[in-house]
């Protein structure tokens, strides 16, 4: 099946450092790509859009000069959160998209990035 | 617009009884609905999806689910718990008028009692 691969899976950083998350379609093309952040007990919140080549589209209330998304091939996206505060600490979940044949529209999900600053 | 409301935060059964996860979707648009599984500080896994084909759409690990237009349910059962059952269960609807963008439910965070 279709895998996502998101690195690392746990990063600790100090107040003011940017951190970069990684993610990759290993087996499939993803025009889009999706990342999400998940409080602890809570659902998903999808924070932005990535479509390769184009600038991300935000969700309202995630500023996108503190999230940056880059998503410069068909297999890999990148988040990274500048000047890291504590309140970005969470659980950080990306997912990418097959826009092919009866996958179409399934989201394939990595297994997050924990991130704690502090 | 889409929602999704699943109608219990916890479910606990015993290992070897079934289990039922409700869900009820609201949307303006027919509706693909999927139900994923994260365990924990892991990403989600998908169990199964229905996309306006058969309305009893079977999963993975013994998963099945039945979409009901009347009821606008799209509940998940399995005859059988087992252990490694136990996770977070999240129901998800999407719809080509607002770009397939997945709306999640709050989760349903199933215990199996051995």
């Given amino acids: 099946g279709a895998v996502v691969s998101q690195h690392p ?10 951190v970069k998350i990684e993610c990759r379609s290993l087996d ?11 409080f602890p007990k809570q659902s998903l919140m999808l924070m932005a859009t990535s479509n390769e080549g184009s600038k991300a589209t935000y969700e309202q ?13 068909l297999t890999l996206s990148t988040l990274t959160v500048t000047s890291a505060h504590p309140e ?13 044949g009866v996958a179409k529209n399934i989201q394939y999900f990595g297994a997050g990035t924990r991130l704690s600053v502090l | ?22 869900c009820n979707y609201s949307s303006s648009y027919s509706p693909s609905l999927f139900w994923y599984v994260q365990h924990p500080n892991k990403g989600l896994q998908l169990l199964l999806k229905y ?23 799209f509940h998940l059962t399995k005859p059988s718990a087992h252990m490694s059952d136990a996770a977070e269960y999240f129901c998800v609807v999407s719809a080509p008028n607002t ?15 051995p």
């Fill in chain 2, 1 to 22: 617009a889409q929602s999704v409301t699943q109608l219990d935060s916890h479910v606990s059964v015993s290992e070897g009884t079934p289990v039922l996860l409700r």
């Fill in chain 2, 99 to 113: 770009g397939n963008q997945f709306y999640f439910g709050t989760g349903t965070s199933l215990t199996v009692i």
């Fill in chain 1, 9 to 18: 899976s746990w990063v600790i950083c100090k107040s003011g450092t940017s």
């Fill in chain 1, 61 to 73: 209330g995630v500023e996108k000069d503190k999230f940056l998304i880059n998503h410069a091939s």
């Fill in chain 2, 51 to 73: 996309t306006s084909a058969a309305t009893l759409v079977k999963g993975i690990n013994g998963f099945e689910a039945e979409f009901k237009k009347s009821e606008t349910s």
């Fill in chain 1, 88 to 100: 970005d600490s969470s659980f950080y979940i990306c997912s990418a998209r097959d826009s092919w």
């Fill in chain 1, 28 to 38: 499939f093309q993803a025009t889009t790509m999706f990342w999400y952040r998940q």
